[in-house]
């Protein structure tokens, strides 16, 4: 055993020592499984097989603190890298708004590209009398103890801020009077709410589509600006109900600081090809990932405007002062 | 039927050459693990998991690994009861009240293959028990809302110090001390970080694989830098074996108790908590009450060694089910596969059947491969075991540092990770002379979280009326499970323990 062991010890060591500086590197700010390195892994297998880049990817898991020890670390150790991106999503953008990643700001970094974004959505047990987003709202509005909104993301994070955000369209003023309770991932809190513990549940369409085709729970939102294409047109946007509020967890990339412009522009026409690509979309619709197609100065202009956004809403239900 | 389809689906997944191969491993290294006495199943799977991410294995071949392991490990553990009187881990002790004498008298092969029969028995009905009960756990999982889950989670730590720990109140510390850190990182109801000191690596909380690994792994070598004696738990003592078959008049006679043992040990097994110590207790009581009338229990009688060991393994098959279908673990090990399972981003719970069908039942598929691998390898080949106890710890203990090391900076990449690990080391090292049980420390870090969110949820969602912890039929009944196993060891302790405890020495700090 002394040896199998060893070896395999030697054989990890070696590998890590070998791989070279100069291919490109993303950095997924999680461990493998996650939608990080789901981010980074595809993005750079179909950058290759498109041969826009000419070796492997190189993908480093590097988690920690919901995605802030990888943003320090490329703030304050990879600064000027002009190889280097880093797999990003709504919740960096929440965490950064919110100061959850200790002395950093979105501006130590420079936002390249999305990949696409993946819709949210409010929806109740199939059972449920609620039939349509200002049903619930309304619920909330005269009596907020009546209903509990589950969510999968902790209180203040993305899936509890889509459903203040879609609440403040309505005009329900003191959003801290929405009941949120916390699980842990999207799963759970379906269950819970099909177990009749809540009754209503916040959430992204890629988690909740598995219950809608098995017929459990019913969508009666998705935050999104039109209708969604394919199966998906069936659920009514929040929009068309009078309410307009549209929460969108996007994902893409982050890039280095100090990253040269030539660099920077490189990386986002990059990105972009790949976006336009006919492989692309297969991709997007075999994962739900629905439109979101901004690169360069437009997307950097979005994650300030999704920043400043959240910020607003943190500041009203006292999560940041 | 439905069911037995889903096996036969989980048989072609868990044949794969890959997976045979860890399975063939899995338990060869489980059962060394086992045999050796201070590495218990929580140890061996804890020091395994970080090999396991080494290798970069999937989800189902990481749990067939680590699953072998641990039933691996139920098997080892009796072979130094038997052999030297030293439990190879809790659960095997009671395997020395009856095993150590038999060897005396010249029946060491005996002993050993009989016993080996008894874990196969023992094993293989506790797996069809997961089989039969875990989905059916499932559908019942819908009536556990938040207010019922704290109430099993206070179950399974209230009956974890129970009858096999030295000291309850020890027991209850080391719980306290695990809930306490599992508070550090961002807490998921407010959003606000506790006792992270602005440090950005604790705001997701420590990482319970650094835990485990740092407080099995590596405090089990301070130990032994500590004392640095370097010799191998065998030298000295006179290891013969012998033949290596039992008579079949013998089996015949002991089918019964192990039947018995077997459907006790499960039971033990699938209450949260209790978990394999208990349930070899529990087997070896019973039988002493119902078929030692001539008293030679405890004097060399096969069915004081088939009645622990069928209990202990059943027992461990038992632990898997309420961490499957509930995602509460049963037994110490369990919560560790419970934290593997986590990392390996899969939720254990009423969902797991349906979104991971091919995890779930790959792995139960994996554990009748295990369990007929183990009986192969612990009769033929149980002299090959026992020359493990030869191996001085000189050797295996840096093989062990190496492995903690290399492993956990492969999962992470991060050097802060390894200072906690060490950190935790020197933790557990200082518990051990403590005679701290380290196992409820890793439940607390474990369930502390879940368990205090579902405190909240409940409150949260009653509008702040704390009656709804005990609203239900279920919860009531859960917290009166909890409340009597908590006490009644405590009067029932003293006497239980005196026996369970006559003929053991200063190992037993990892209770399972």
């Known amino acids: ?194 177990a009749g513990s809540v009754q209503a549940f916040t959430g992204d369409l890629s988690e909740a589509k598995g219950f809608v085709d098995s017929g459990d729970i019913r969508v009666i939102a998705v935050l999104a600006p039109e209708r969604l294409p394919g199966e998906f047109s069936e659920f009514p946007t929040a929009k068309e109900q009078g309410i307009d509020a549209i929460g969108a967890n996007w994902r893409g990339f982050y890039g280095p600081g100090g990253m040269s412009d030539e660099a920077y522009n490189e990386w986002a026409d990059k990105i972009g090809k790949l976006y336009a690509s006919d492989e692309w979309k297969q991709v997007m619709a075999a994962n739900g990932l629905a439109p979101l197609d901004l690169q360069g100065a437009e997307f950097q202009q979005f994650v300030a405007n999704s920043v400043q956004q959240i910020q607003d809403i943190s500041r009203q239900i006292g999560i940041i002062k | 039927m439905d069911t037995l389809i889903s096996l036969a689906d989980g048989f072609q997944t868990a044949l794969t050459f890959e997976n045979l191969l860890l399975a063939l491993l899995g338990t060869f290294l489980g059962t060394m693990m ?66 150590y004498p038999m060897a005396k008298k010249g029946m060491a092969g005996e002993a050993l293959s009989l016993s080996g029969i008894a874990s196969f028995v023992g094993a293989f009905i506790a797996t069809w028990g997961l089989i039969l009960l875990a989905p059916q756990l499932v559908k019942f999982a819908l009536l556990f809302g938040p207010a019922e889950y704290f109430a099993l989670f206070a179950l399974a730590f209230a009956t974890l110090g129970g009858v096999s720990s030295t000291n309850q109140a020890k027991s209850a510390f080391a719980a306290m001390l695990g809930l306490g850190l599992a508070v550090i990182g961002v807490d998921t109801q407010t959003g606000v970080p506790r006792l992270t000191f602005g440090e950005v690596h604790l705001y997701d909380g420590l990482d319970f694989l650094v835990a485990i690994v740092g407080l099995f792994a590596l405090s089990e070598v301070f130990i032994f830098l500590e004392h640095r004696h370097g010799e191998s738990s065998a030298s000295g003592a006179k290891v013969s074996v012998g033949r290596l078959t039992p008579p079949w008049k013998m089996v015949k006679e002991t089918t019964p108790t192990m039947l018995r043992s077997s459907f006790l040990g499960f039971i033990a097994g699938v209450l949260p908590g209790a978990g394999a110590s208990l349930g070899s207790f529990i087997s070896y009581s019973m039988e002493k009450k119902l078929v030692d009338r001539k008293g030679t229990f405890g004097t060399g009688d096969p069915r004081g060694v088939a009645a622990p060991e069928a209990g202990n393994n059943a027992a461990a098959g038992g632990a898997l089910v309420p961490m499957l279908a509930l995602g509460v673990p049963g037994s110490g090990t369990t919560a560790v596969l419970l934290a593997v399972l986590l990392s390996l981003n899969i939720t254990p719970g009423p969902l797991l059947f349906q979104n991971n069908p091919d995890v779930v039942w790959g792995l139960i598929a994996a554990l009748f491969i295990a369990n007929f691998m183990l009986l192969a390898m612990n009769i033929p080949m149980v002299g090959l075991f026992t020359r493990v106890l030869m191996i001085p710890p000189r050797i295996l203990m840096p093989i062990v540092a190496m492995v903690s090391f290399v492993g956990i900076y492969g999962i992470s990449g991060s050097s802060f990770d390894l200072l906690v690990m060490i950190g935790f080391g020197l933790m557990g090292w200082v518990l051990r002379k403590l005679d701290v049980p380290l196992v409820p420390i890793i439940l607390g870090t474990l369930l502390g979280n879940t368990m205090e969110n579902n405190l909240r949820r409940a409150v949260t969602i009653s509008n702040g009326d704390y009656s709804v912890l005990v609203g239900s039929p279920l919860a009531i009944g859960l917290w009166t499970v909890a409340i009597v196993g908590f006490i009644l060891p405590l009067f029932l302790g003293r006497f239980v323990k005196a026996r369970m405890h006559a003929r053991r020495d200063d190992e037993g700090s990892i209770a399972d």
């Open chain 2, 34 to 99: 086992g045999a050796l006495p201070g590495l218990g199943p929580s140890n061996g799977v804890a020091i395994l998991i970080p090999l396991a991410f080494t290798l970069g294995l999937g989800a189902t071949p990481s749990l067939i690994l680590l699953t072998s392991v641990y039933y691996g490990a139920m098997y080892g553990g009796r072979i130094s009861s038997i052999l030297l009187n030293i439990p190879g881990d809790e659960p095997a002790m009671m395997t020395c009240l009856d095993g």
């Open chain 1, 1 to 194: 055993m002394a040896f199998k062991l060893m070896r395999a010890a030697i054989a990890v060591a070696a590998l890590t020592v070998a791989t070279g500086a100069s291919a490109q590197e993303c950095i997924a700010p999680a461990n493998p499984g996650g939608g990080w390195d789901f981010t980074c892994r595809q993005v750079g297998k179909s950058l290759q097989d498109l041969g826009l880049i000419d070796k492997t990817m190189q993908v480093v898991n590097l988690a920690g603190g919901g995605g802030g020890v990888a943003f320090a670390e490329v703030v304050n150790k990879r600064n000027d890298d002009n190889e280097l991106i880093v797999a990003a999503s709504s919740a960096t953008a929440t965490r950064l708004a919110q100061g959850a990643y200790p002395g950093n700001t979105m501006d130590q970094v420079r936002w390249i590209a999305s990949i696409g974004a993946d819709y949210g959505v409010i929806a109740v047990a199939a059972n449920s009398e609620i039939k349509t987003l200002p049903e619930l709202l309304d619920k909330i509005k005269t009596d907020p103890t009546s209903v509990s909104v589950a969510g999968g993301s902790a209180v203040g994070g993305w899936d509890h801020l889509k459903v203040l955000i879609a609440a403040n369209a309505y005009g329900i003023d003191d959003v801290r009077s929405v009941k949120y309770i916390a699980f842990d991932g999207g799963g759970e809190a379906v269950t819970q709410l099909l």
